[in-house]
């Protein structure tokens, strides 16, 4: 009975260890398959500019999109040119791309910039030679460049290659649709009658509202500015200087108004030198004139004091040659009827 059962425990544990040999044979087989990978990384290196270039495919259908990542490393000092690319890169058509990344790293910058790009139709595409450049920046002069090589993925289609390509059936020829053109012209009759009321409507506006408003003859506008001025009696609260200046001010712009002449932009002086070669006025209105715009610049610019009763002597000058030179004037004393 010890016999037996000791030539069964030996029986299994040879069979056991025959397991566990095959098990380890076939783990080591598995291992040993090689993996081929579906990307592709290249490095090029011009000291000190490191560049790197990473393709997601060796090769792919025109279905597929493929991811193209270049990277450039370098001492911090320096700047890194990467290529730019708008439409295509190569023969392919860039779908997307994104702004180049920036990182420091323990030995230096790191910048990156990825593209993804489709194919068209199958066939062999190329990527180009591309061109990585680093300069110093203390000294521009110092530029490394660096180039990568020509890389050629190949795009398939998804038939087979025993497989015919399907014929493409012709294009429908285009069919006449019937159209109820009603609607157009309603809607065009619609709006030109809105555009004819409205424009009837605004022109009847702007003919009830244009009304002739008679323009104010000028030496009323004096009068009721002389009127004005002397109801705010300024001489009684001894503001002369002022009062004399706005009264004189108010017979500029009558002068102006009336026979064009720009009074109120010349000086005393200017405007007595029109005024004797000029034929509009009489030698007595010349000379009241003469007086009244003298003496008002000795109050306002020589601080002299007016006599008494010369404010109101000044008022009623300058409403008798207002008087005497308006339009409505038939006395024929003087001024342009």
Not at 106 to 121: A, N, Q
Not at 304 to 330: K, N, V, Y
Request: hydrophobic letters at 40%; charged letters at 25%; aromatic letters at 10%.
């Amino acid at each position: 009975m010890i016999i037996i059962r000791k030539r069964i425990y030996t029986h299994t544990g040879l069979l056991f260890f025959i397991c566990a040999l095959f098990f380890s044979w076939g783990t080591s087989c598995v291992a040993a398959q090689p993996v081929e990978e579906s990307s592709y990384t290249r490095s090029f290196t011009t000291d000190p500019l490191v560049v790197d270039i990473h393709i997601s495919r060796k090769e792919m259908t025109i279905a597929e999109s493929l991811t193209v990542t270049v990277s450039a490393h370098a001492p911090e000092k320096y700047d890194i040119i990467l290529p730019e690319f708008q439409a295509a890169l190569g023969d392919f058509t860039i779908m997307e791309r994104s702004d180049a990344k920036k990182e420091l790293t323990d030995t230096g910058l790191l910048i990156s910039k990825t593209w993804e790009v489709e194919p068209f139709l199958p066939g062999e595409y190329s990527i180009p030679v591309l061109s990585i450049t680093a300069t110093d920046r203390s000294n521009p002069e110092k530029t490394f460049l660096t180039t990568t090589s020509e890389i050629v993925i190949p795009v398939t289609s998804f038939l087979d290659s025993t497989e015919e390509e399907p014929a493409l059936a012709d294009i429908i020829p285009p069919v006449a649709l019937a159209r109820d053109t009603t609607w157009i012209y309603i809607a065009a009759g619609l709006l030109i009658f809105i555009t004819a009321a409205g424009l009837f409507w605004l022109f009847r506006k702007r003919s009830s509202s244009k009304k002739d408003i008679p323009a104010i003859p000028c030496h009323i506008e004096a009068f009721t500015a002389i009127n004005a001025l002397a109801g705010e009696n300024l001489p009684a609260k001894g503001r002369h200087k002022e009062f004399f200046n706005r009264l004189s001010l108010i017979l500029r712009h009558y002068i102006e108004s009336r026979f064009t002449i720009k009074a109120p932009e010349q000086t005393t002086e200017e405007f007595f030198a029109d005024l004797r070669a000029s034929d509009l006025f009489n030698q007595d209105q010349k000379d009241r004139l003469r007086h009244f715009l003298s003496r008002s610049d000795l109050i306002k610019f020589a601080e002299a004091q007016p006599t008494e009763g010369e404010t109101s002597q000044s008022l009623d000058l300058c409403r008798d040659f207002i008087e005497q030179t308006s339009e409505h004037d038939t006395k024929g004393n003087g001024g342009t009827p």
